[in-house]
């Protein structure tokens, strides 16, 4: 078979879209997929009627924002060549999900996954490196006292993958400067920090590396860095056929240095650098006093050869080679190493955030290199020689952060004469503020500063981000057509604005799991949140929202199923005084369809947590005549006479005129209420506590049971761990009453429900649905402390059992637990809602990994 050796070309669409070609496909980078490998893990049913084959793709990845408030991703990266291909991947950090992404062109398309998430500071100083079978391995600090690793399960880039989290070391203050480098026999070397002007420490995989459990301890301390290093020395120097000897360059508080550890038994490396060649630190002469970065370039392919080294000095890049007394690195006698030089055109900012040097198959020699904050220069070596640098070619004219909150990364492939490098704009610089940027070197075999290099830059992911901390509202609602067919509406903030916020229609376009899903911006003027959507008699979607920008209550409605029809626009007719609440409590919607009336009839319900007149805090609702655009009288349901006292307002109905709705009132009684009409939402009956607990309520969800009429609600109690599911034990009509309601516990356990505290528990929701024969499922998020998964339960043994987990969340592991939850983005079930159809499939919808929007569904 003919090796492809096609180079990779870059069409420019524009700065929220590209293409690639390479191998003679074509591929494009949209953020729109209803699968990806990124998905989480599904997990296996044990107990009967639950979801034992759930399928999970992602719905929607946002579109990344043209606006400079934009969280920045990748301030933090590093690229590399995957082995046996020409297709660069990067590693990297993004705000907008507090998650570490691995993305990889796979050879017509790039494809992301969400390698951890939920910390709770930032992750920093990310490395990736590759095993020769291809499987990536990334390591990184978490900014505080862990240095933490995760290995692929698998080189397939095709194949969709998890990630196995490994601490390596949890005693540092602020790991930085981490270095990561595979030698020819597949052993790993990881060198790092533990603070600045801390010791430097080495971790050392001999055999099996693609498994954390093979990797050492961290090892004595090899010295002291220098204040504030952004990027230390790693090499591996070859010293027979299967024997190789790791090789550190340190920053020093007087200068920089390096050692070389000549033992067969690579595990005595580990002991101090006593057991190192020399027995010491070696200075590499004139480089000076805490400085910011060394790098070192060792052919791992020649026996023997030269230590080289470039570093910053302060003044500008220079550069090192060894010439030891008797031989190379396996032979010759250490000593201090003086300068061979310094690249022409280099600063004292030149490399003072990012610096990586690398030394190509055919024997040259390459760096990339920040400049200031301005730009990222390209340096080579052309002619085999490493003292014949040449001048720079500039990749880019950027604006960068500072030094110390950046560090990018560089691959140079020979095969194509090529050199990929990552970096990140700040959230001012144009045209891609914000966002992780593809360097492109398109010819490397001429000299660096010669035109004809081809400097190119692109941006590497164009998703967004569905929500934001700083907007705990639920935005997320699922319904289903009178055919079967899923549908969500819910609130896109990639603006990275919570008042910015984009109303989003999405329909799912074929039968299957597997079927993509038409996604369409409902055109509006406002900023919405906390929506509700629901098809009428004739399968056409409402959308109702409230409004930050107005302070009022809409309902929208398309002509069309899919929404690519005319939009309409309705006014609630309650706007008076009105405003805005103070989470947990939100102004919340609530949607229900009079199916008993002659014509489409919607009825939307409100609440309303904040007004001028305390008295008209509550919840309201009224019906909507579309014909003639005209709605009836508000009727108020309830007054909970309290600011900011009301959240999570749900509602269902039947084909009868029944409706019936629920909410956590936030007043003194801290309780989930009910209330219900019989004539289609024109009167409403007393609102009635549903329970004796206080305190609980949080994330309430009415459904009507279809085989008894009887409604039911499933709610938080967030303080103690539970998940309640309260039903209706009398007929319908007396169901106003509290004696006629009973409860039972979905979820009691002692910690990890929600993992989210009071402030944020506005967000807690657990789904409710039924089966044709009246089995209540209920899909959750169980959080921090616990097993972080998205959960499904069911009463169809007639009590709950031990739930199940739906969608296991992205490293969920100890590691990961302490600080997941639907807030950080770490698990599945930020705003989760579910519908089961007419054909009797389940559909969950949620935020999770990534920051992106997920559907499960069981029985498609």
């Not at 034992?52 to 991703?73: D, N």
């Not at 009590?799 to 770490?826: E, K, M, Y």
Request: proline fraction near 4%.
């Amino acid at each position: 078979m003919r090796k492809c050796a096609t180079r990779i070309l870059f069409v420019f669409l524009t700065a929220g879209a590209f293409m690639l070609t390479g191998c003679g496909k074509d591929g494009s980078a949209s953020n729109l997929s209803s699968t990806s490998p990124t998905s989480p893990t599904p997990g296996s049913s044990n107990n009967a009627n639950t979801c034992s084959a759930p399928s999970t793709s992602v719905l929607w990845k946002g579109e990344r924002a043209a606006a400079g408030t934009v969280a920045i991703r990748g301030a933090w990266s590093d690229i590399k060549v995957i082995p046996s291909t020409t297709y660069p991947a990067s590693a990297y950090v993004d705000a907008g999900c507090l998650c570490v992404r691995y993305t990889f062109w796979d050879g017509t398309d790039w494809k992301t996954e969400i390698i951890a998430a939920g910390n709770s500071t930032s992750y920093t100083f990310i490395r990736l490196a590759f095993l020769s079978s291809g499987i990536p391995i990334v390591v990184w600090s978490n900014s505080t006292t862990t240095l933490q690793m995760a290995i692929r399960s698998t080189s397939s880039l095709t194949d969709s993958a998890t990630w196995t989290l490994t601490n390596l070391d949890t005693g540092g203050i602020a790991n930085r400067s981490i270095e990561i480098n595979v030698n020819p026999l597949d052993q790993v070397a990881i060198l790092y920090a533990r603070n600045t002007a801390g010791t430097a420490n080495l971790i050392i995989c001999s055999t099996n590396c693609n498994s954390g459990a093979n990797y050492s301890a961290p090892s004595t301390t090899l010295g002291t860095v220098g204040t504030n290093p952004n990027s230390l020395g790693l090499g591996w120097c070859k010293a027979g056929a299967s024997t190789y000897y790791p090789t550190v360059a340190l920053t020093g508080a007087t200068n920089s240095s390096y050692a070389i550890c000549r033992q067969a038994n690579l595990a005595n490396c580990l002991t101090g650098i006593a057991s190192w060649a020399g027995g010491a630190l070696q200075a590499l002469t004139g480089s000076g006093a805490n400085r910011a970065s060394v790098q070192l370039a060792i052919d791992s392919s020649t026996i023997d050869a030269p230590v080289r080294a470039a570093l910053t000095n302060g003044t500008n890049i220079t550069y090192y080679q060894s010439s030891f007394a008797g031989g190379g690195c396996a032979s010759g006698t250490v000593a201090a190493m003086t300068s061979s030089g310094a690249i022409a055109g280099t600063t004292a900012t030149s490399g003072n955030a990012y610096l990586v040097l690398q030394r190509d198959s055919g024997g040259n020699y390459h760096i990339a290199a920040n400049e200031g904050t301005t730009n990222i220069k390209y340096y080579n070596t052309i002619t085999g020689s490493f003292t014949a640098w040449n001048a720079s070619g500039n990749v880019a004219t950027a604006t960068l952060a500072a030094a110390g909150a950046t560090r990018g990364g560089f691959a140079v492939d020979a095969s194509l004469a090529q050199a990929y490098t990552t970096y990140a704009r700040t959230a001012a610089a144009s045209p891609f503020p914000g966002n992780l940027t593809f360097g492109w070197v398109e010819n490397t075999a001429i000299a660096s500063n010669n035109a004809s290099s081809a400097f190119y830059e692109t941006p590497l992911t164009v998703d967004g981000q569905l929500q934001m901390t700083a907007n705990q509202v639920p935005n997320v609602s699922i319904a289903s057509t009178s055919e079967g067919t899923p549908a969500s509406a819910f609130v896109d903030y990639s603006t990275n604005s919570a008042t910015a916020g984009i109303l989003r229609y999405a329909y799912r376009i074929g039968s299957l799991a597997t079927s993509n899903w038409s996604v369409r911006a409902v055109p509006i003027v406002a900023q919405p949140q906390a929506v509700a959507l629901a098809f009428d008699t004739s399968n056409k979607p409402w959308i109702a929202f409230y409004d930050q920008q107005t302070l009022r209550f809409f309902l929208v409605t398309n002509t069309e199923t899919d929404g690519s029809g005319v939009w309409s626009t309705y006014h609630f007719p309650f706007a008076t005084a009105v405003t805005a609440a103070v989470a947990p409590a939100y102004h919340s919607v609530a949607l229900a369809m009079d199916k008993s009336a002659s014509g489409i009839t919607p009825v939307l319900v409100v609440g309303v947590a904040n007004h001028g007149t305390l008295s008209k805090t509550g919840v309201w609702a009224s019906r909507l005549n579309p014909t003639t655009g005209a709605w009836s009288s508000t009727t108020q349901i309830v007054s909970t006479n309290l600011a900011n006292s009301i959240s999570n307002v749900s509602t269902d109905y039947d084909s009868n005129g029944n409706i019936v709705v629920a909410y956590y009132n936030r007043s003194a009684s801290n309780r989930v209420e009910y209330a219900q009409s019989v004539n289609g939402g024109i009167t409403w009956s007393t609102p009635t506590r549903v329970s004796s607990f206080t305190a609980s309520g949080m994330g309430a969800k009415v459904k009507l049971n279809p085989a008894t009429n009887r409604p039911a609600i499933t709610f938080y109690d967030r303080a103690n761990n539970r998940i309640f599911y309260s039903y209706c034990t009398s007929a319908f009509a007396s169901c106003s009453t509290l004696s006629s309601w009973s409860y039972s516990y979905v979820e009691n356990l002692t910690a990890g429900v929600s993992g989210l505290a009071a402030a944020s528990d506005g967000l807690l929701s657990a789904a409710l649905t039924f089966t044709s024969t009246g089995d209540a499922y209920v899909v959750y998020p169980i959080g921090s402390g616990n097993s972080g998964v998205l959960a499904v339960n069911n009463n169809s043994t007639g009590s709950f059992p031990l739930s199940t987990a739906l969608v296991a969340g992205n490293n969920t592991d100890l590691i990961s637990n302490t600080t997941l939850s639907a807030i950080n983005f770490a698990q599945p079930g930020w705003d989760v809602d579910a519908v089961r159809t007419s054909q009797g499939s389940l559909h969950s919808v949620y935020v999770g990994p990534g920051n992106w929007l997920y559907v499960t569904s069981c029985g498609d």
